[in-house]
């Protein structure tokens, strides 16, 4: 049956984060792929879901690749996918042994599960993607940090990571997303600390928000941490989309400036440079940073940037409203340019003498 309605095929959708996903989707009518390897706990979760959506469950193991064809052909018959999932994942043994002592077969049947499976579903799956289509991998914390006994399921989400990122270079088209959930009270979770109490551990329910922020808004392919983009959408209410804000004071003197904002301020240094074109300075200053320019820099600036993004994938880039009217008073003289050019805060911003560029990104507004 070809769906009209937008389609996510989730692997291990039986419980845990996968369960409360599908949940969270078949609630906003979204029609659901699901699969697991219980067909029981799979049959349970169809029946819950199905209230609300069209749901076509294929109990089956994603290492299998009849299995993966299964899950191909109920794809085609939905008249294809907006996002796949790949969220299956096992943990190997419980307690997890040292690398050491790691049987080997073992670690190759968590890389066929955890790396090999979520690759192989996506080659099968090309030609059923719709466009601007997401593939999300769920991966872990457990990928970048040494925790000693997490070596084979670590290493094995590191590579799903740089899978991941390799594949988003390789389909500009598509928005591919890695994402760390955190720490879910969950089957998984609760075989990595046998005998643990872990009740303080959060629902994966309080991971799915930052899902949705993925799988709604536009943001550039990458990783992501689900809660902490979970977190920025609630920012973003309270900053009206603004996320970090960067102002350019352009110096004439510029080592005065660096003694006053660096050493007198202590503010941190991001970035520091000297080239032909000039010399500049970037600081941290809490969510936002202060760039110092000397003024050759500035006119180079000026001449690469003007009207261009200012930094990095930034999709939804625009200028902030009037530019920063009391946050960046002036005293002097000077220029103010937000963004694209208007001449915004009367007055000037001249500390170390110079304009003030300032610039905003926005979340999308979708
Ligand atoms: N929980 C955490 O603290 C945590 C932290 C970081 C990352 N993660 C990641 O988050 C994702 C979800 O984990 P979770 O904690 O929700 O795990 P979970 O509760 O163990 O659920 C895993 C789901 O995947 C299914 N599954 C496992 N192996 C499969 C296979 N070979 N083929 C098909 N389905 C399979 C399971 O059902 P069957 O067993 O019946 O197949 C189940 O539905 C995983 O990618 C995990 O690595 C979890």
């Known amino acids: 049956m070809t769906s009209s309605s937008p389609t996510a095929l989730i692997t291990g959708a039986s419980r845990g984060l996968g369960l409360a996903l599908a949940r969270a989707l078949a609630q906003r009518s979204w029609s659901l792929i699901i699969d697991a390897r219980g067909a029981d706990a799979l049959e349970a979760a169809t029946n819950e879901l199905s209230a609300f959506t069209h749901v076509t469950a294929i109990p089956g193991d994603v290492t299998d690749s009849e299995h993966r064809k299964a899950l191909v052909q109920a794809a085609h018959e939905a008249g294809g996918i907006d996002v796949l999932v790949n969220n299956a994942s096992i943990l190997g043994p ?33 030609h059923e993607l719709r466009p601007h289509a997401r593939i999300i991998n769920i991966t872990s914390d457990a990928a970048v940090e040494p925790y000693a006994g997490w070596g084979g399921y670590g290493s094995g989400k590191a590579a799903l990571e740089q899978l991941s990122n390799i594949l988003a270079a390789e389909l500009p088209e598509y928005g591919v997303y890695w994402v760390d959930p955190g720490d879910m009270r969950t089957e998984l979770h609760q075989l990595a600390f046998p005998g643990e109490d ?14 949705l922020t993925l799988l709604a808004g536009d943001l550039p392919s990458g990783r992501y941490q689900a809660r902490r983009l979970a977190d920025t959408a609630n920012d973003d209410i309270a900053t009206a989309g603004v996320r970090e804000l960067r102002v350019a004071l352009t110096v004439e003197n510029f080592e005065q400036a660096v003694a006053v904002y660096r050493d007198g301020l202590r503010l ?37 940037e003007a009207g261009a993004r200012v930094a990095g994938p930034v999709r939804n880039h625009r200028a902030a409203g009037p530019c920063g009217r009391r946050a960046y008073r002036r005293r002097g003289g000077g220029r103010a340019r937000c963004g694209s050019g208007t001449s915004g805060a009367g007055g000037a911003g001249r500390r170390a003498g110079g304009g003030v560029a300032c610039r905003a990104r926005r979340a999308s507004a979708t």
Do not use: C, F
């Not at 872990?198 to 899902?211: A, F, H, M, N, Q």
């Not at 940073?289 to 820099?297: P, V, W």
């Open 94 to 126: 419980s307690p997890q042994p040292a690398l050491l002592d790691y049987p080997l077969d073992v670690l190759a049947e968590v890389y066929r599960t955890n790396v090999i499976a979520p690759l192989a579903l996506i080659q099968a799956m090309r």
């Open 198 to 211: 872990i009740s303080d551990r959060p629902l994966p329910e309080e991971s799915v928000p930052g899902l």
């Open 268 to 304: 941190p240094v991001v970035k520091e440079w000297s080239a032909p074109e000039g010399r500049g300075l970037i600081l941290g200053a809490g969510r936002g940073t202060i760039e110092l320019l000397d003024r050759a820099d500035a006119e180079h600036t000026d001449a690469v």
